[in-house]
């Protein structure tokens, strides 16, 4: 039997007032709350900062997405397979880091201003 248990947000929300409380949602809500969120968005704001090299471009350009998430998994599949053949290539490696630092960064340098989203936040809880 699982130690964790989910509750019901109506049950618990008094337990998380005042200024140092908050709340972490999940991709698609943030995406809900935020287009700038959306892979389409990161991606372009990405590329637009530099965060993301030409190599790596190359890759999603391949793979036909902008869906951080979809390229990092085939990253770590190819660097799987490569070690399973015995073949070492550090620049999988390379593009992987790239890959998650450039989604951070586009992340943190595209999040929005709190005053921006306020009137969703209420209705995510």
Do not use: C
């Not at 036909?64 to 490569?82: A, C, K, P, S």
């Not at 399973?84 to 790239?98: M, Q, R, S, W």
């Amino acid at each position: 039997m699982s130690q964790f248990k989910l509750h019901q947000w109506n049950d618990i929300h008094e337990q998380f007032t005042g200024e140092n409380s908050a709340i972490i949602l999940g991709n698609g809500a943030s995406r809900a709350i935020y287009d700038g969120f959306s892979y389409y968005n990161l991606y372009e704001k990405a590329v637009e900062q530099d965060h993301i090299n030409d190599q790596v471009q190359e890759i999603f350009n391949y793979l036909e997405t902008q869906d951080f998430e979809f390229v990092l998994r085939m990253l770590g599949h190819t660097n799987y397979i490569n070690k399973k053949l015995g073949i070492h290539n550090e620049e999988i490696t390379t593009a992987y880091e790239n890959v998650r630092n450039a989604l951070i960064n586009a992340v943190s340098d595209n999040f929005p201003a709190y005053q921006d989203v306020e009137n969703s936040l209420a209705k995510a809880a």
